[in-house]
């Protein structure tokens, strides 16, 4: 057995860390993770034995036979099963807290925070589908996730999973445009980029009730980007009228076709033809925004929105370095207890890079500097 690197001096620094934004056994038996011993000697080292199990890749057997080794505890298989199951809401309270704690970071852009939204999916083996999602907003000033929601597979990607604050830009992809989550967005004081699709929202003229000719005006296009103000109806006839701004972006024929060539699979898939207006809409982005356009015109706003890949790099490293994606439970308390220590290790190493990451001041590296611009804002 490959023993886990959490070894004392490695965890003394773990659990140091945790107990600065957490009581651990206040927490432990508010939430009935633990309330007596049996076999586990305190709240401490349930939660060692939990991140030893969802982060060091050890099986129950392997767990119950490593903590034995290490005198910590003496619990059998089914024992520590029951165990790590109770624990799962309170790991993820443990997250919740550490995330918390660097959300206080407030580092801004011209007034603005910019917070990336986007989430991935887990499946339990065998599955055939999705089994959980982990939905994660990411704050590009401290460059750190600093929300996290864990929802089964009917948890979809909405913006009102993640609060509104006053200063912050949401940065979305094309799964989050629910327009009646739109205007709490602006009644809180921040606002919002999200990519749309031809059919995402129902637009109308900005002055009237009159539908939006939305691939007229992408036909009379000349440039490679176009903007327009336009009526989004989110089904409140109480309210003023939800007035937006809608940016578009000419694609390359390269990745036009590469977009059509999707779209006809997808539907040949799904045993359907695609339709002409999903072609013809293939060949731009679409994005709807809040912000005006006198701070941030049409070029500004795509500038920021390519941005979202930073997240996706977020997310591609924890499924790889950290195993995120192999999801190796079916039962969905242990699986939750797994994907909530996977959660917390991601937290701390992300704390860890941030601060050394001073070590490497870019004024150091050679060559010859030029600066790079965020966005034009």
Known sequence: MKLPVLLDPCWSRVEAEIRAVIDVEESAYASGAFRQARGVPSAAVLLRLAMIYGVCGLSLRQTCAW????????????????RLKAAAAWLGQIAGALLAARASVDQRWVGWRLRLIDATTLSAPGANGVTWRLHLGYDLGTARVTSAVLTDTHGGERLGRFAAEPGLIDIADAGYPHPQELRPR???????IVRIGWNSLRLRQPDSATAFDLFGHLRRTTGPTDAWPVQVDDHRPDQPPLVLRLVALRKSPQAAEAARRRARATAKRKGKTVDARTLEAAGWILVITSLDAASFPAEAILAIYRLRWQIELVIKRWKSLLGLGELPIRNPDLARCWINAKLIAAILIENTVAAHSGLFPPQQCEGPQRPVAVAAV
Request: aromatic share 4%; hydrophobic share 65%.
């Open 67 to 82: 903590a034995a080794m290490a005198r910590l505890a003496e619990l059998s298989n089914p024992a520590l099963l029951d």
């Open 186 to 192: 602006l009644a809180a004081g921040g606002a919002f």
